[in-house]
């Protein structure tokens, strides 16, 4: 059979008319949902990252929704959009290290806060938990209407909850925050929030990421750990690879699994940064060394300065923290960029 020609046929002029209109109102339309999307992103959207992040007020009321296989914790609908959320660990004995890092890198003045939050990205908060000291938890309220500065966890607040403190710390601040990165920090350092922005900011092509100023330490240091020691002996490895412990961070996605983990889920050692090592190596994150997080004197490039190794933080910080900050090269020295490696 012979093969069949097809010729398309001009449309008639009252089908082009209705073709042309059709047209012509898709396109108005689109362009009202792109003014109405830019507006909706601008008023409380995603932020662009060329637009000032705004203050975040955690208030002593504030509650997240409850869920019992959460310990209680689970995202909110309404979290504070922030590139990097630090938490400040400090207890009850520490009002004078409070005291002192307002003198220094944490300004006492919530104005100078919210500026200080709108010029680096980052939300900052004293984190503690509660007692049943009646005279303590009514210290702790005074300070709070003071300086509005703290998050305050459903724990008991112990040296020996540690672990348990840090763990209900990344679920409160993933609850509360909608955050790049959860840091949390010791209240005996000296910090420069600049850089630790920076640093945050930085491109990353692991989604999971660990950072802190990493050290192998042995897994006996703890008499504790030595159920553990015919292991590694057998995989011919004693040490593991972890952040010390005043200052790390945790991308966001890592902290999304540690909430979603259940109760007993992971070991709990009685060292809270070799627990969140140990962590890290079962969720095979990716491990970030910077030793800008870990300097024993003020540099262009210390985003972290500690008495290390003769303390964990700052010998006498209450102390050494307003001497440092007496130092031009601690407050005033010029930040330099980061490498991209």
Not at 124 to 151: P, Q
Not at 227 to 250: C, D, N
Request: hydrophobic letters at 35%; one cysteine or more; glycine letters at 6%.
């Amino acid at each position: 059979m012979p093969s069949k020609l097809f010729h398309a046929r001009p449309p008639s002029s009252s089908k082009s008319t209705v073709l042309f209109f059709s047209c012509l109102i898709i396109g108005i339309a689109g362009f009202i949902f792109g003014i109405s999307a830019t507006i909706a992103v601008s008023h409380g959207g995603y932020r662009c990252n060329n637009l000032p992040l705004r203050s975040v007020k955690v208030l002593w009321t504030t509650t997240a929704d409850t869920d019992n296989d959460n310990d209680g914790l689970r995202p909110g609908p309404k979290r504070h959009k922030v590139m990097g959320f630090v938490g400040i660990q400090t207890g009850f004995g520490s009002a004078g290290r409070r005291r002192s890092l307002r003198k220094t890198w944490m300004p006492s003045d919530p104005q100078a806060l919210q500026r200080l939050e709108e010029a680096t990205g980052l939300a900052f908060r004293f984190v503690i938990g509660r007692t049943n000291d009646d005279s303590k938890m009514s210290a702790l309220k005074k300070e709070v209407a003071e300086y509005d500065d703290f998050l305050i966890l459903d724990i008991n607040e112990e040296y020996s909850n540690l672990p348990h403190k840090t763990l209900a710390f990344f679920r409160a601040a993933y609850a509360l925050f909608d955050s790049e990165f959860y840091v949390k920090a010791d209240d005996d350092i000296y910090l420069r929030p600049d850089r630790l922005s920076l640093l945050l900011a930085k491109e990353r092509t692991h989604s999971q990421t660990y950072l802190g100023c990493m050290k192998k330490g042995p897994v006996f240091t703890d008499p504790k750990l030595k159920w553990y020691e015919p292991l590694s002996r057998l995989i011919g490895k004693e040490y593991f690879l972890h952040a010390y412990g005043p200052i790390y961070a945790l991308s966001s996605d890592v902290v999304a699994s540690l909430v979603a983990l259940k109760n007993n889920s992971f070991r709990l050692f009685s060292n809270e940064d070799v627990t969140i090592g140990s962590w890290m190596l079962a969720m095979n994150v990716n491990h970030e060394d910077n030793k800008g997080l870990c300097q024993a004197e003020c540099t262009p490039t210390s985003i972290a300065v500690w008495d290390i190794p003769k303390c964990s933080g700052l010998c006498n910080p209450e102390k050494r923290l307003l001497e440092l900050h007496q130092q031009d090269s601690c407050s005033k020295s010029p930040t330099l960029p980061f490498d991209d490696e």
